[in-house]
C-alpha cells in the first residue's frame, strides 16, 4: 500500500494486506520488449490496417484517374465506364477519401500515445507537463495538443526527431481532412464514349419521292457543312513524277449520315452510309490556239482577255509518259476544244486563276449528262471530267499587247505539271490539264473516333478582306503542316463491306454534283470559274468565298492543281450529302455510339498532392512506431493503471495531494519556479518506474 506523509513530506512504501500482486515481479518477461504488450492489439490493428488501406485507396484512385486512357474511355475497362457513366466519380472520390481519413485519424490517436511515451522517456518534459504526456499514453485526442505542448516549450525542439516527426504527423493528418476537396479539383465534365445505341436511320428515298437535279449553281451557294469523314487513302504520291504527272489516286470518303447538332459526338458508327470516290489527274497540256480580247459591253473591264484553241492529248499524254487511254467509250469523248475567259492579276503579287472546262459540245451523250467514272483502275477514262487550270501574273495593261488576236506560243517550258508561257514584258502564264474520276457509292461501314470531332469553319475577317482556309484545308489533307488523321480530325474506317453504285438515289447524286459543278442543267460550252477572289476578268461562274479561296490557298500552299480540284469537289460533294438528307424516308438499322458528358478526372495535381500527404503521413507514422520500439521500455499504449502509477514519486507526491481539485494552468503558474525536467525511468533505489529528473538520472543519482 502506498502512503503519503504530508508533513514530513515523505515517500515510503508499506507493507500491504491487499492481495495484489505486481504483474512486473511475477513476469519474468517483463523486461524484455514485447511489440504486442507495448503497443496493443487494436494499436497493431490500427498501425498495420491504416498503412494497408491507405496506399490501397490511392491505388484505387489511380485506377481511376489512368482508367480513361488516350481517348475518351472506349477502351477502359468496364467496371470504370461503369462508375463513369453512372455519374459515381465523386461518390468514389469522396468514398476512398473517408477510408483515408479514418485510418490516418486512427492512427495520428495511436501514434500520438507512442510519441509522448518516446518523449516522456527519452528527452523529458517540463514536471508541470509530466501528468498530461503521461496520460496522453492511454487516451489523447490526436497530435495537435502534444505539438502545442512542444511549440510552447521551444520551437527548436521541433529540429529533433520525435518532435519533428510529430509535427509531419500533425500536419498529415489535418490536411488528409480535405482529401476529398482536393480530388474534387481535378475532376471536371469531359466527353466519355457511352454504350451502343441501335436505332434507325432514313438512308434512302422511297419510290414516291420525285428526285430533279438542282436548277441553281451549287457554287454559288454557301458551304454549311465541314463535317469530319471516313477516309480511306489511296497510297500515291500526289507528287508529279520525273515526266510531270501528279495523280491524287482514287481516295474514298465516307459522310455521317447525320445532322450537325449530334454528328460531332458520334464516337462509333456501324450501318449504311454514302461515299465519293475522287480521282484527279494532271499533267502539262499542249495547246494550240491564240489568245483574244473583245468588248466588255457594260462590264467595268478595259477588255475581256479569252484563250481559244484546241488540247492534243496524243502530245499531252506522250511528254507525261503515259499510254494513249482511249479518248472516246461509249458515245462519250474527252473534250479537246476549249473556249475560256483569262483572268488579270487584280493585286500586285496575287495570280490570277481561272479553272476552265473545255467546250463540251458534240463529244459526249447527251441523254447521259455525267461525267463519273470509276477512277480506281485507271487516273484518266473517256468519262473524265477535264479541267485547263490557268494562272498568270499580268494586269490589263500587261496584257495590252494582245489588241485583238495573238497566238498562243509553241513549245512551252515545262515545271511538273504545269506548262509556262513568257509573253509580252514580264508576264508567266501556267496552264495544267487535270482529268476528274468522282463516283458516289454506299456501303456497310464501321467507322469510329477517340475523341469528339471539331467541324472547322472559314472565318472572313472583313477589314482585311480575307478567309482563313486554314482549318478546313487540314480536314482535307490539303494543308502540308497537319498530316495525321488526328490532326484532320478523321474518323478511322474499321471496315466496309457489300458496297455498291447502283440506285436510284446515288445516280441522283451523281447529277446534282455534275449540274452543282457547271451551274446549270443544259450542256456548257467553254465554262470558266473564277478560281481565286483576287482574279479580276470575266467567268461564267464566279464562286463563293469558301469555294475559291479553299482552291486558290491549296494551289498556293501546295502548287498542286490536282489537290486543289479534288478538295473543292469534295466540299460541294458534303454540302450536297447533307443537304439531301432530309429528304430520306426509308429506315434502316444502325448502330451509333455517342459521347456523353461525364465527371472524370481530367488533371493530376490534386491527386499528386494527396498521395504525398499520404506517404508522408505514413513514413511518419512506421517511424514514430520504430522510434517507440527501439527507444521505450515502460509504455504501454492504450493502458492506463501504469500511466498514473508512474506519476507517483518523490518529485510529484506534493503536487498530487496539494491539487486534487486544481487548473492544470494553476498548478503550472505554481510550478514557474521550479519545473525541471523529468524522465519516466527506473528508480534503482526503489525499483519503480516513476518520474524522475532527468539530470538525476543522467549522473546516475537514482
Same mark, same amino acid.
Given at each position: 500500500?502506498? =502512503?503519503?506523509?504530508?508533513?514530513?513530506?515523505?515517500?515510503?512504501?508499506?507493507?500491504?494486506?491487499?492481495?495484489?500482486?505486481?504483474? @512486473?515481479?511475477?513476469?519474468?518477461?517483463?523486461?524484455?520488449?514485447?511489440?504486442?504488450?507495448?503497443?496493443?492489439?487494436?494499436?497493431?490493428?490500427?498501425?498495420?490496417?491504416?498503412?494497408?488501406?491507405?496506399?490501397?485507396?490511392?491505388?484505387?484512385?489511380?485506377?481511376?484517374? *489512368?482508367?480513361?486512357?488516350?481517348?475518351?474511355?472506349?477502351?477502359?475497362s468496364s467496371s470504370w465506364r461503369n462508375i463513369v457513366l453512372k455519374g459515381w466519380v465523386t461518390e468514389a472520390v469522396t468514398l476512398c477519401s473517408l477510408v483515408i481519413q479514418v485510418c490516418t485519424s486512427a492512427q495520428a490517436l495511436i501514434c500520438t500515445s507512442l510519441a509522448? $511515451?518516446?518523449?516522456?522517456?527519452?528527452?523529458?518534459?517540463?514536471?508541470?507537463?509530466?501528468?498530461?504526456?503521461?496520460?496522453?499514453? !492511454?487516451?489523447?485526442?490526436?497530435?495537435?495538443?502534444?505539438?502545442?505542448?512542444?511549440?510552447?516549450?521551444?520551437?527548436?525542439?521541433?529540429?529533433?526527431?520525435?518532435?519533428?516527426?510529430?509535427?509531419?504527423?500533425?500536419?498529415?493528418?489535418?490536411?488528409?481532412?480535405?482529401?476529398?476537396?482536393?480530388?474534387?479539383?481535378?475532376?471536371?465534365? $469531359?466527353?466519355?464514349?457511352?454504350?451502343?445505341?441501335?436505332?434507325?436511320?432514313?438512308?434512302?428515298?422511297?419510290? !414516291?419521292?420525285?428526285?430533279?437535279?438542282?436548277?441553281?449553281? +451549287?457554287?454559288?451557294?454557301?458551304?454549311?457543312?465541314?463535317?469530319?469523314?471516313?477516309?480511306?487513302?489511296? !497510297?500515291?504520291?500526289?507528287?508529279?513524277?520525273?515526266?510531270?504527272?501528279?495523280?491524287?489516286?482514287?481516295?474514298?470518303?465516307?459522310?455521317?449520315?447525320?445532322?450537325?447538332?449530334?454528328?460531332?459526338?458520334? =464516337? =462509333?458508327?456501324?450501318?449504311? *452510309?454514302?461515299?465519293?470516290?475522287?480521282?484527279?489527274?494532271?499533267?502539262?497540256? @499542249?495547246?494550240?490556239?491564240?489568245?483574244?480580247?473583245?468588248?466588255?459591253?457594260?462590264?467595268?473591264?478595259?477588255?475581256?482577255?479569252?484563250?481559244?484553241?484546241?488540247?492534243?492529248?496524243?502530245?499531252?499524254?506522250?511528254? $507525261?509518259?503515259?499510254?494513249?487511254?482511249?479518248?472516246?467509250?461509249?458515245?462519250?469523248?474527252?473534250?479537246?476544244?476549249?473556249?475560256?475567259?483569262?483572268?488579270?492579276?487584280?493585286?500586285?503579287?496575287?495570280?490570277?486563276?481561272?479553272?476552265?472546262?473545255?467546250?463540251?459540245?458534240?463529244?459526249?451523250?447527251?441523254?447521259?449528262?455525267?461525267?463519273?467514272?470509276?477512277?480506281?483502275?485507271?487516273?484518266?477514262?473517256?468519262?473524265?471530267?477535264?479541267?485547263?487550270?490557268?494562272?498568270?501574273?499580268?494586269?490589263?495593261?500587261?496584257?495590252?499587247?494582245?489588241?485583238?488576236?495573238?497566238?498562243?506560243?509553241?513549245?512551252?517550258?515545262?515545271?511538273?505539271?504545269?506548262?509556262?508561257?513568257?509573253?509580252?514584258?514580264?508576264?508567266?502564264?501556267?496552264?495544267?490539264?487535270?482529268?476528274?474520276?468522282?463516283?458516289?457509292?454506299?456501303?456497310?461501314?464501321?467507322?469510329?473516333?477517340?475523341?469528339?470531332?471539331?467541324?472547322?469553319?472559314?472565318?472572313?475577317?472583313?477589314?482585311? +478582306?480575307?478567309?482563313?482556309?486554314?482549318?478546313?484545308?487540314?480536314?482535307?489533307?490539303?494543308?502540308?503542316?497537319?498530316?495525321?488523321?488526328?490532326?484532320?480530325?478523321?474518323?478511322?474506317?474499321?471496315?466496309?463491306?457489300?458496297?455498291?453504285?447502283?440506285?436510284?438515289?446515288?445516280?441522283?447524286?451523281?447529277?446534282?454534283?455534275?449540274?452543282?459543278?457547271?451551274?446549270?442543267?443544259?450542256?456548257?460550252?467553254?465554262?470558266?470559274?473564277?478560281?481565286?477572289?483576287?482574279?479580276?476578268?470575266?467567268?461564267?461562274?464566279?464562286?463563293?468565298?469558301?469555294?475559291?479561296?479553299?482552291?486558290?490557298?491549296?494551289?498556293?500552299?501546295?502548287?498542286?492543281?490536282?489537290?486543289?480540284?479534288? $478538295?473543292?469537289?469534295?466540299?460541294?460533294?458534303?454540302?450536297? =450529302?447533307?443537304?439531301?438528307?432530309?429528304?430520306?424516308?426509308?429506315?434502316?438499322?444502325?448502330?451509333?455510339?455517342?459521347?456523353?458528358?461525364?465527371?472524370?478526372?481530367?488533371?493530376?495535381?490534386?491527386?499528386?498532392?494527396v498521395v504525398a500527404i499520404v506517404g508522408a503521413n505514413t513514413i511518419s507514422i512506421i517511424a514514430i512506431t520504430a522510434v517507440f520500439l527501439l527507444r521505450t521500455r515502460y509504455s504501454k499504449q492504450g493502458h492506463f493503471w501504469h500511466t498514473i502509477s508512474q506519476l507517483i514519486?518523490?518529485?510529484?507526491?506534493?503536487?498530487? +495531494? *496539494?491539487?486534487?481539485?486544481?487548473?492544470?494552468?494553476?498548478? &503550472?503558474? &505554481?510550478?514557474?519556479?521550479?519545473?525541471?525536467?523529468?524522465?519516466?525511468?527506473?528508480?534503482?533505489?526503489?525499483?519503480?518506474?516513476?518520474?524522475?529528473?532527468?539530470?538525476?538520472?543522467?549522473?546516475?543519482?537514482?
Open positions: 500500500m502506498v =502512503h503519503f506523509d504530508i508533513r514530513k513530506g515523505t515517500f515510503r512504501s508499506l507493507k500491504s494486506a491487499s492481495t495484489f500482486t505486481s504483474t @512486473v515481479k511475477s513476469d519474468p518477461r517483463s523486461g524484455k520488449w514485447r511489440f504486442r504488450e507495448s503497443i496493443g492489439r487494436y494499436g497493431i490493428l490500427v498501425i498495420a490496417g491504416g498503412s494497408i488501406l491507405s496506399p490501397l485507396m490511392l491505388g484505387l484512385l489511380a485506377i481511376l484517374w *489512368a482508367g480513361k486512357g488516350p481517348g475518351t474511355g472506349e477502351d477502359a509522448a $511515451a518516446t518523449v516522456l522517456e527519452t528527452t523529458g518534459v517540463p514536471l508541470s507537463q509530466v501528468a498530461e504526456f503521461s496520460t496522453m499514453r !492511454g487516451a489523447n485526442d490526436g497530435p495537435w495538443r502534444l505539438v502545442y505542448l512542444i511549440l510552447k516549450s521551444s520551437v527548436r525542439k521541433f529540429l529533433a526527431l520525435q518532435p519533428l516527426l510529430m509535427l509531419i504527423l500533425f500536419i498529415g493528418t489535418m490536411a488528409t481532412q480535405f482529401a476529398s476537396t482536393i480530388l474534387v479539383t481535378d475532376l471536371d465534365v $469531359a466527353p466519355i464514349t457511352g454504350y451502343a445505341n441501335h436505332t434507325q436511320l432514313n438512308l434512302s428515298v422511297s419510290d !414516291g419521292i420525285p428526285l430533279a437535279q438542282p436548277s441553281e449553281s +451549287q457554287w454559288i451557294l454557301k458551304p454549311t457543312d465541314y463535317a469530319s469523314f471516313g477516309e480511306i487513302p489511296s !497510297g500515291i504520291s500526289v507528287q508529279p513524277t520525273s515526266h510531270g504527272f501528279s495523280d491524287t489516286g482514287n481516295v474514298k470518303r465516307i459522310f455521317l449520315p447525320l445532322g450537325h447538332d449530334n454528328r460531332t459526338q458520334i =464516337h =462509333h458508327y456501324n450501318g449504311r *452510309a454514302y461515299g465519293i470516290n475522287s480521282r484527279v489527274a494532271c499533267a502539262a497540256p @499542249v495547246l494550240s490556239g491564240e489568245f483574244q480580247t473583245f468588248d466588255p459591253g457594260a462590264k467595268p473591264l478595259p477588255f475581256v482577255l479569252t484563250m481559244i484553241g484546241n488540247i492534243s492529248y496524243e502530245a499531252t499524254f506522250r511528254n $507525261a509518259g503515259l499510254d494513249m487511254p482511249p479518248l472516246c467509250a461509249d458515245g462519250k469523248c474527252l473534250p479537246s476544244q476549249f473556249n475560256c475567259t483569262m483572268p488579270t492579276a487584280g493585286i500586285p503579287g496575287r495570280l490570277g486563276t481561272y479553272m476552265c472546262a473545255p467546250d463540251l459540245s458534240n463529244v459526249i451523250d447527251t441523254d447521259n449528262f455525267t461525267f463519273f467514272s470509276d477512277g480506281r483502275n485507271s487516273p484518266i477514262t473517256p468519262h473524265s471530267m477535264v479541267f485547263l487550270v490557268t494562272r498568270n501574273n499580268g494586269s490589263f495593261d500587261d496584257w495590252s499587247f494582245v489588241k485583238n488576236v495573238s497566238k498562243i506560243p509553241d513549245n512551252p517550258s515545262r515545271d511538273d505539271e504545269w506548262a509556262r508561257w513568257t509573253l509580252g514584258d514580264n508576264i508567266n502564264l501556267d496552264a495544267s490539264i487535270c482529268f476528274s474520276e468522282f463516283l458516289w457509292d454506299m456501303s456497310n461501314v464501321d467507322l469510329s473516333t477517340p475523341h469528339d470531332t471539331v467541324e472547322p469553319t472559314v472565318p472572313y475577317d472583313p477589314k482585311l +478582306q480575307t478567309a482563313d482556309t486554314t482549318a478546313v484545308r487540314t480536314l482535307l489533307g490539303v494543308n502540308p503542316r497537319a498530316p495525321t488523321p488526328s490532326d484532320r480530325q478523321l474518323l478511322t474506317v474499321n471496315s466496309i463491306s457489300n458496297t455498291t453504285i447502283d440506285s436510284r438515289l446515288l445516280h441522283y447524286f451523281d447529277g446534282a454534283l455534275t449540274s452543282g459543278i457547271f451551274g446549270i442543267p443544259d450542256l456548257p460550252s467553254g465554262t470558266t470559274i473564277n478560281g481565286d477572289g483576287a482574279s479580276y476578268g470575266v467567268s461564267s461562274i464566279n464562286p463563293f468565298l469558301d469555294y475559291a479561296i479553299v482552291f486558290q490557298d491549296t494551289l498556293n500552299e501546295t502548287n498542286r492543281p490536282a489537290l486543289a480540284i479534288q $478538295a473543292t469537289f469534295t466540299i460541294m460533294a458534303m454540302e450536297m =450529302h447533307y443537304a439531301n438528307l432530309a429528304m430520306l424516308d426509308v429506315p434502316e438499322d444502325v448502330s451509333i455510339t455517342m459521347a456523353v458528358p461525364a465527371t472524370v478526372p481530367v488533371r493530376w495535381t490534386g491527386f499528386a498532392i514519486s518523490e518529485s510529484t507526491v506534493d503536487i498530487l +495531494q *496539494a491539487s486534487p481539485e486544481s487548473r492544470d494552468d494553476h498548478v &503550472e503558474k &505554481e510550478m514557474l519556479a521550479n519545473d525541471p525536467i523529468v524522465v519516466i525511468a527506473r528508480c534503482k533505489r526503489t525499483g519503480r518506474v516513476q518520474v524522475l529528473r532527468k539530470d538525476d538520472v543522467e549522473k546516475g543519482r537514482v
